[in-house]
């Protein structure tokens, strides 16, 4: 075979293999925040991968309940090993006027304290399928 049309296969072969690559592999992910046992509600949770990348996110409801966000358009998380850590935010104007008065898990700062730092936080999960029933316990 002729270098010029092997080097032509070569080009096209990498090509090929290039534009093949469809990003990072994400499923979904949704599950329960727990803290002894009980529902940990109105905590955002964050999945950071720690091979880099997008981290993804969620909202606890009312009963610890989250599904995670990784895009405006794709709901989950990317494969792999993720740091897991927590905050509370505001989840309307009133809770943005007045923190004091908002709702908050009684033990918030206990949490915030071993949670709520990405660098800190102990809580590590991996992700290798879709999973609707994930339990994560911070306690």
Known sequence: MPASVRGAVCCALLLLLVGCSSGPKVVKVSGTLTRGGKPVPKLTIFF??????????????????????????????????HTVWVQWRPTS??????PKKASKPADLNAILAKYG??????????????????EITLD
């Open 48 to 81: 950071m991968p720690e091979a880099g990348g997008r981290p993804s996110w969620g909202l606890a409801d009312e009963d610890g309940k989250f599904t995670l966000e990784y895009d405006d358009q794709t709901k989950g998380a990317m494969t792999g090993t």
């Open 117 to 134: 730092d990405e660098k800190k936080s102990p809580k590590k999960v991996e992700i290798t399928r879709s999973v609707d029933d994930l």
């Open 93 to 98: 104007m009133q809770e943005e006027l007045n």
